[in-house]
Every structure is written in C-alpha cells, then in structure tokens.
C-alpha cells in the first residue's frame, strides 16, 4: 500500500483538486443489467412453474381423495340394499312370527338345563363340558326356525 504522501494513495486520490471524487456509483438492485434480469426472469418463472405443478398435484390428490370417498359410499349404499335390508327384514319376519309365549317358554327350558347341568356337576364352564349332558352352543329346540334357506350349502 502507497504511504500518506505518494500520489497513488487513496487519500490523494479522495482529494483531488480539492474536492472529494466520488466513487462510481453502485448499479442499484432494481435497476438490474439485461442479462441478469434475464436470469431472474428464467429463475421466477421456473418456481411459479414448480408452484402450479405443486397445485396441479394437490387437486389431484383431492380429487382423487373424493373418488375413493364416493366409491366407499357406493359400496356401503350397495351393501345396505343387497345384504343389510334384506338380512334384517327376514330377522323381523321371524321374530314376528313367533309369539312372546313361545320365546318365554324356549328361554325358560334353557335356563331350566343350565341349572339341572349345574345343580348336577356343580360348575359350568365353556371349556370343559360334555356335549351329550349339556350344550351351551346348541339350541335344543326349534332350531330350523332359525335357519335361512337362502344361505344353506350347495349339496
């Protein structure tokens, strides 16, 4: 670096004449040359075509989120008519057709065996009885009342 009084200082050099030089002036930010501004333009223009990729995308997530919705419902509405209805108004049928005294006298022979089964061996347990004596999975009487002839096996 040049000493105080050599000519090619930088203090000489602010004070030439007399008056401060003044330094070029910065290119300011906003006032860019025409090839950066180029480049900012390709560089804007590349994210706002990322942006409306990613919207792109994300309504096509939602839309197909809306599909599988629908599609689920379809297939609920489509269960309810062809299985559920039908299903429960059979049950219905049979529960009507039946009257209040037949069902009482059906439960009161079941407990009736339970109790004789229990007053016999003195526990009852699901996993250690005799099928012969007792059966708590077996309905002992009018159990072709129950079965649907819509669903029996193919013989």
């Not at 039908?86 to 009257?99: A, E, V």
């Not at 005294?101 to 009161?108: F, L, M, P």
Request: net charge neutral.
């Amino acid at each position: 670096m040049g000493s105080v009084n050599s000519p090619e200082g930088p203090w000489l050099q602010r004070f030439a004449n007399g008056k401060p030089v003044r330094k070029p002036s910065r290119q300011q930010p906003w006032k860019a040359a025409p090839d950066q501004s180029r480049d900012i333009i390709a560089s804007v223009q590349c994210i706002l075509d990322r942006e409306n990729s990613l919207r792109e995308v994300d309504r096509y997530l939602k839309y197909s989120d809306f599909l599988d919705l629908r599609r689920t419902e379809i297939l609920y509405k489509k269960y309810i008519e062809d299985v559920s209805e039908p299903f429960m108004q059979k049950m219905k049928n049979q529960m009507d057709s039946q009257s209040e005294e037949e069902v009482r006298k059906r439960r009161q022979e079941q407990f009736s065996q339970y109790l004789s089964y229990h007053t016999k061996k003195g526990y009852v347990f699901l996993d250690h009885y005799d099928p012969s004596e007792y059966d708590p999975f077996f309905q002992k009487t009018c159990t072709d009342c129950w079965k649907d002839e819509s669903h029996q096996p193919a013989q």
